[in-house]
């Protein structure tokens, strides 16, 4: 068994989308390789309401799928959003008999505990988590995930025990090691098989080329976007 290292840690960002929602985003709208088969994340959690509650206008959707993962609370949301729910713990995701076999796994590590799990080799993965504080395993020494800390100099990133809204991001290996701080620790582990196609994206349609997309912005003019069987 290898640990797979960790490669990257992403501090989501804040940002703006739909009419007016604001969210933090871990990564997406640039070089999804690191990430394929996934193209975006979002975190949504947010203690105003009025920071959300504009929502998103209607929009469609062509060679991407929308997965919306709920911790508590509900969502309302377009007939064409898959929505994955808090008790879906440990099982596959609800995309099946696609090529990238998409699986999201909610992991919590006890206060002071360590966990080791595997992860196929030949899948890209990532961890995004959301609440407590660990540290990752990277080779031969831990690998805390980044946060913002306020100061007399301003905010700024320090590398510690914790991670709230970090995205860790991991490289080859069949397994990962976490070790939980005092809280406990739990996150969304992602992983996914690489589908290896060019991407040209726009907005909520994404092809494999700048002529196929274009065609499908010329279809959504036309009218014939939506194919009806």
Known sequence: ??????????????????A????????????????DPFLLLDDFRNDRPEDYRAGFPWHPHRGI???TYVLAGSVDHGDRIRVVC?????????????AADPRYLDIFVPPGRRKTLPVETGRHAFAYVFEGSGTFSSASQPFGVLTEKAGEGG??????????????????????????????MRFLLVSGKPIEEPVAWYGPIVMNTQAELERAFAELKDGTFIKRS
């Open 86 to 98: 808090g008790d879906f713990w440990g099982r596959r995701g609800p995309v099946e008999g696609v």
């Open 1 to 18: 068994m290898s640990i797979r290292p960790v490669k990257r840690i992403i501090e989501s960002k804040p940002t703006i989308e739909g």
């Open 20 to 35: 007016g929602v604001r969210l933090r985003r871990a990564f997406g709208f640039a070089d999804t390789g690191e990430f």
């Open 155 to 184: 905010e700024a990133l320090i590398r510690e025990r914790t991670g709230n809204r970090s995205l860790v991001l991991f490289d080859s290996g069949d397994e990962i090691t976490v070790q939980a701080g005092e809280e406990g």
């Open 65 to 67: 799928e929308t997965i």
